[in-house]
Structures are given as structure tokens and as C-alpha cells.
């Protein structure tokens, strides 16, 4: 918390920050849960799929098919890219859950130290006002007093 004292800045990009200090595996879970969850992925999946479906049911000959109906070698793929891709996408999320909890907490000193610059500032403020009413004041008893003779 020493950054909260005067005259030092603490605002930077957490984000940043915790990427450049990432190690390749958590990268690569990055990548991963952000190719796995994108609408390319989702349709070129499906295309794949369907490719796969129609060429075992409708084009190859019965006795040339690699995986005849109900796929089973594609339900074996699919069981192990799911075994697979499911506690890298995990990782990936447990990853942003940190992120998010240091840029919560970042947020929070930043904060902080606005509002402790906004409370000096404020008895700074109060300060010279009280000053300037005491120096009006003074003025206003200046003025009003009668004159002084002088001998």
C-alpha cells in the first residue's frame, strides 16, 4: 500500500501485466477456450459433422465406410476432444477469475487513493476558504471602524 502515498502513480493495465507473466500453457489454454468458444469454431465444427455424417451414410459404398451408422468412431472423437478441451477451457477460466480478482483489487487501491487525494484536496479547499473569511472579515472591521484621529 506504500503506492497510495502522495505524488506516485498506481494506475496501470492488470491485464497486461499478468499476460506478459503468463507461462505457455496457460496461453495456450487461453487460445484454446477462445477458439472453442467462437462462432467459427461452432460452424466449422457442424460442418465437419454433417460432412462426416453424410460421407459414411450416403456417399461411401456400405463396405468402404470407416465409421457406418450410428458413428461410433465419431462419438469416440468427439468423448475425447470433450475429456480433452473441457479442463483446458477450465483453466483458462480459473485464469481470468485470478485476473479479474487483481484487477478488482487494483481497482480498489485506485480508489483509494482517489478518494485520499479528494480529501486533502477538500481540507486544503476549507483551509483557504476559512482563511479568506478570516482576512474578509478582518477587512470588513477595517472599514467599519471609525477613523482614528490622529494629534
Known amino acids: 500500500m506504500e503506492a497510495i502515498s502522495p505524488n506516485i502513480a498506481i494506475a496501470r493495465d492488470i491485464t497486461a501485466d499478468m ?28 460442418i465437419v459433422l454433417v460432412a462426416w455424417a453424410a460421407l459414411n ?22 468423448s475425447m476432444l470433450a475429456a480433452i478441451q473441457a479442463p483446458i477451457i477450465m483453466m483458462s477460466q480459473n485464469r481470468q477469475t ?9 481497482d ?3 480508489n483509494l487513493k482517489a478518494e485520499l487525494e479528494i480529501m486533502t484536496l477538500t481540507a486544503k479547499v476549507d483551509e483557504l476558504m ?9 477587512l470588513q472591521r477595517q472599514l467599519t471602524s471609525p477613523p482614528r484621529e490622529s494629534f
Open 108 to 110: 480498489y487501491e485506485v
Open 57 to 78: 451414410a450416403l456417399i461411401l459404398p456400405l463396405n468402404g465406410r470407416f465409421d457406418p451408422y450410428p458413428f461410433i468412431f465419431l462419438n469416440l472423437l468427439l
Open 19 to 46: 499476460d506478459r507473466q503468463a507461462t505457455f500453457g496457460a496461453r495456450m489454454a487461453d487460445r484454446v477456450a477462445q477458439i472453442g468458444g467462437s462462432w467459427s469454431f461452432v460452424i466449422g465444427f457442424g
Open 130 to 138: 476559512r482563511l479568506n473569511a478570516e482576512q474578509f472579515a478582518q
Open 98 to 106: 485470478v485476473k479479474d480478482r487483481a484487477a478488482s483489487q487494483h
